[in-house]
């Protein structure tokens, strides 16, 4: 995972943006995957123990669990939230303490929000930060951890959004689910941007005219083809 360094500015808004929420328990999510939470997720818990803070991060993406540069996966026992083991399976990467989903015996007490609550709530006596680490929005089943169990102990709910891979109708479709799931404190994070090559772009806006001007529009594409710098990703 290629962390932001945690000096850069947008880690610093979104820091400063928790500390002045007093929000000490905050969930990251994406859409649909593939934007950036995981590695916000971790970059804040890198800035916030470089100023001095103890952080940690929970683990609760089974479709793409969070992995840190070269970590040790954990090879204890079974634990789950409802007990004192999953302060003992937490295990420490880059000073940043983790807790993954491996060898969690028992998913559904991660579905129980009181459950959860409580967790969180003896969590917090030993760390200033805990960041949660979510399944995508659109992607819940019965094998990910429901919205609504983390509503009575998430303070605050960062969602990240990659332009050009989600769209403005599933984008607010997702808060709508996310608020209804019981979380009210809602931030939404640009983390990426992912639009098509001009080209693709001009030979797609020309197709349009085919019918009307069948020799000038293939003239053109041919023309935009032959400029190969125009379907240069950015």
């Known amino acids: 995972m290629n962390l932001i360094p945690h000096q ?8 400063n943006e928790i500390i002045d929420n007093n929000a000490r328990c905050v969930t990251f999510i994406s859409l649909e995957g593939n934007s950036g939470s995981s590695t916000v997720c971790a970059s804040v818990a890198q800035r916030f123990k470089a100023n001095g803070h103890r952080v940690l991060i929970i683990d609760l993406n089974p479709i793409n669990p969070l992995k840190l540069d070269e970590i040790a996966q954990p090879t204890g026992p079974e634990w789950c939230f409802s007990d004192i083991t999953c302060q003992l ?11 993954t989903m491996q ?22 006596q030993e760390y200033n930060y805990i960041l949660l ?5 659109t992607k819940m089943n019965r094998g990910n951890v429901p919205l609504h169990a983390l509503s ?5 709910t960062i969602v990240t959004v990659g332009l050009g891979i989600n769209d403005e109708e599933s984008l607010c479709t997702s808060i709508k689910n996310i608020k209804q799931g019981g979380h009210q404190h809602v931030r939404v ?3 990426q941007h992912h639009f098509a090559p001009l080209g ?6 020309l197709e349009r005219h085919r019918n009307r001007w069948p020799r000038i529009t293939q003239f053109l594409i041919n023309k935009v083809n032959r400029q ?6 950015h």
């Not at 399976?89 to 807790?99: K, R, Y």
């Open 133 to 137: 680490d979510m399944s995508p929005a």
């Open 189 to 191: 994070v640009v983390t």
């Open 200 to 205: 693709e772009k001009l030979i797609h806006a």
């Open 8 to 15: 850069y500015q947008e880690v610093e808004d979104i820091g």
């Open 89 to 99: 399976n937490i295990i420490e990467h880059n000073q940043v303490d983790l807790l």
């Open 228 to 233: 190969t710098w125009l379907f240069h990703p």
């Open 103 to 124: 060898n969690l015996s028992n998913l559904e007490s991660a579905k129980n929000k009181q459950v959860m609550k409580e967790a969180v709530e003896r969590l917090s």
């Open 152 to 156: 009575l102990c998430s303070d605050m």
